[in-house]
């Protein structure tokens, strides 16, 4: 018995030393390999969704820029836009960090689609590579907001504001505008316009003013037809990307670039702490942060970039 008993304990500890040695070969051998084969580091951000919350993108590119052993940033986006303010919350930051650190290039890959507050992103990077058959462009402001006066004078309900402030319930979608209201809405939207443009050609010098009812009147365009009017840079693939990233960032082809992926927080951890710091904030709790989406859809809209 005592025998069989070795065998077997014998037995399972040979099983476990197959099962584990070939891995932590593969693993020293990687981290050998990396001692030995020249790389650098270069900083990759993705930008997918609707862009409502600058905090986790600001932090990741603060990190990358101050991280001396990263030699420059991609950029992959393939987002349609989202909150006026969150783009140029994102475009300051960037267009500050690249001041502050002004040898670390940003380049920018777009798959699908870089639309409005999208390309406010991506226009103060130093080199813009699309598809042919990507959406660029969409420059342009609105504000969308429901009226449901109609509606509730159907169900034959009674309701009233009262307000201290001329134009405090101008975004209750249950109170039709009246014209000064309207006309206060259009000012808002043509003086966020103006900031967006004016801060799209301090950014792409070959673009005018003068010539923005051609490239900035909400026109979506192709990647080809964005490049004849010096919205993109370059038509072309990750290869051409990289290649830009090893000229501009002075990489040897020699040497492999080590792609650095920015922290994202899952879809869970996003729900239970939605602040860039990841932790959990009383005032924005799961449910109060779904009473706050239901509050803001009643009470008010946010000038978007779409």
């Not at 580091?41 to 600001?58: A, Q, R």
């Not at 836009?81 to 919350?89: F, I, L, M, N, V």
């Not at 380049?107 to 999208?118: L, M, R, T, Y």
């Not at 000012?187 to 490239?215: G, H, M």
């Amino acid at each position: 018995m005592s025998r069989l008993t070795d065998f077997l304990k014998n037995s399972f500890y040979l099983l476990i030393f197959l099962l584990v040695v070939p891995q932590v070969i593969v693993v020293l051998t990687k981290q050998y390999t990396a001692l030995i084969t020249p790389s650098t580091k270069v900083g990759i951000m993705s930008i997918t969704h609707m862009l409502t919350n600058s905090g986790e993108y600001v932090k990741n590119l603060k990190k990358f820029f101050k991280d001396q052993s990263i030699k420059a940033i991609l950029l992959r986006i393939d987002c349609g836009g989202g909150a006026a303010g969150t783009s140029q919350a994102i475009f300051n930051e960037l267009t500050y960090l690249k001041q502050h650190y002004p040898h670390k290039p940003v380049v920018v890959f777009v798959e699908n689609i870089c639309a409005s507050g999208a390309y406010y992103i991506a226009c103060p990077c130093d080199w813009i590579v699309a598809n042919g058959s990507s959406f660029i462009g969409s420059i342009g402001v609105y504000i969308a907001l429901p009226r449901l006066k109609e509606l509730i004078n159907t169900y034959k309900i009674e309701y009233q504001v009262t307000k201290a402030g001329k134009y405090k319930a101008i975004l209750n979608p249950l109170i039709n505008a009246i014209k000064e209201e309207q006309e206060l809405l259009q000012e808002l939207c043509n003086d966020t316009y103006q900031q967006f443009i004016e801060d799209v050609v301090k950014s792409r010098p070959a673009l005018a003013i003068k010539d923005a009812d051609k490239w900035a009147n909400g026109t979506i365009f192709t990647g080809k037809q964005a490049l004849d009017l010096k919205l993109i840079d370059q038509i072309g693939s990750l290869s051409h990307v990289e290649e830009q990233i090893r000229e501009r960032a002075h990489i040897p082809s020699s040497q492999e670039i080590q792609w650095v992926k920015a922290e994202q927080k899952n879809i869970l951890m996003k729900l239970l702490y939605p602040d860039e710091t990841g932790e959990s904030n009383n005032d924005m709790s799961l449910f109060s942060m779904l009473q706050n989406m239901f509050n803001s859809w009643m009470n008010q809209q946010t000038i978007v970039h779409m």
